[in-house]
């Protein structure tokens, strides 16, 4: 899946090894190109890593560790940019977007590209320094801490999202000015709350609000 992406990640290694076909440089090659799949922000972390073990004489030992992390870094990686930080990210430009601000697709690179970058370059680099010990620096993140924190933010911003829509344009008579329309917002700031407390998932959230606002207006 990743394996042939992984071995070119470490191709430099390969040829300070030596020439090309030397025995040296193809046995590390195909050391990795075995299966290898992770989240691609964590895997500068592994890759880190194994360059240190090569390096250091210790070939044998890259197997067992990439086998031993490429698992859970999927899966915190996944929560955290894919399941977090990326929708945060989006409904915050799609506020300020139904603002009619011009920047909202800027600021939706602000939000996003800045995190994950330095999760990778710093990834890189721990993992190059202290070899098979980086994982403690993807520990101290405490990234699905973050992704639940990020997920309460989203929901607010959900359903802020909801009122500047139902408020813009050929929405406006959805949640009319003044106590109703506050009252209104306040109704699915909590129901939003009530959900994922519940453990709705925040796309599920996302789609049921995009679907019962849809359903009013054609009511309408």
């Known amino acids: ?20 076909g030397y025995p040296e440089a193809s046995a590390l090659l195909a050391r990795h190109l075995q299966r290898f799949n992770t989240h691609p922000y964590l895997a500068a972390s592994i890759i880190g890593s194994v360059g240190r073990l090569e390096t250091g004489g210790r070939q044998k ?12 870094y999927a899966a915190i990686g996944d929560s955290f940019f894919w399941g977090a930080l990326r929708p945060f990210a989006g409904i915050a430009a799609v506020c300020l ?3 009619n601000m ?7 690179l602000v939000l996003y590209n800045p995190v994950h970058l330095w999760v990778r370059i710093r990834g890189f680099i ?4 202290q070899g098979q010990n980086a ?3 993807v520990r101290r993140l ?29 929405f406006h008579d959805l949640l009319q000015p003044g106590l109703p329309g506050q009252v209104g917002g306040l109704l699915v700031v909590l129901a939003s709350f ?23 207006m054609m009511m309408r």
């Open 1 to 20: 899946m990743q394996g042939l992406g992984f071995a070119f990640a470490i191709a430099p290694l390969a040829s300070a090894e030596g020439e090309p």
């Open 61 to 72: 030992e890259t197997p067992d560790l990439k086998n031993a992390l490429m698992g859970p």
């Open 97 to 99: 977007a139904i603002m």
């Open 102 to 108: 011009v920047l909202a697709p800027l600021i939706l």
């Open 126 to 129: 721990t993992g190059w320094r």
């Open 135 to 137: 994982f403690d620096f």
């Open 142 to 170: 405490d990234l699905p801490e973050m992704s639940r924190r990020i997920r309460w933010c989203s929901t607010i911003l959900l359903a802020v999202a909801a009122y500047l829509a139902s408020t813009a344009g050929p």
């Open 194 to 216: 009530l959900a994922v407390r519940k453990g709705l998932p925040p796309l599920a959230i996302l789609y049921g609000s995009v679907t019962f606002f849809a359903v009013v």
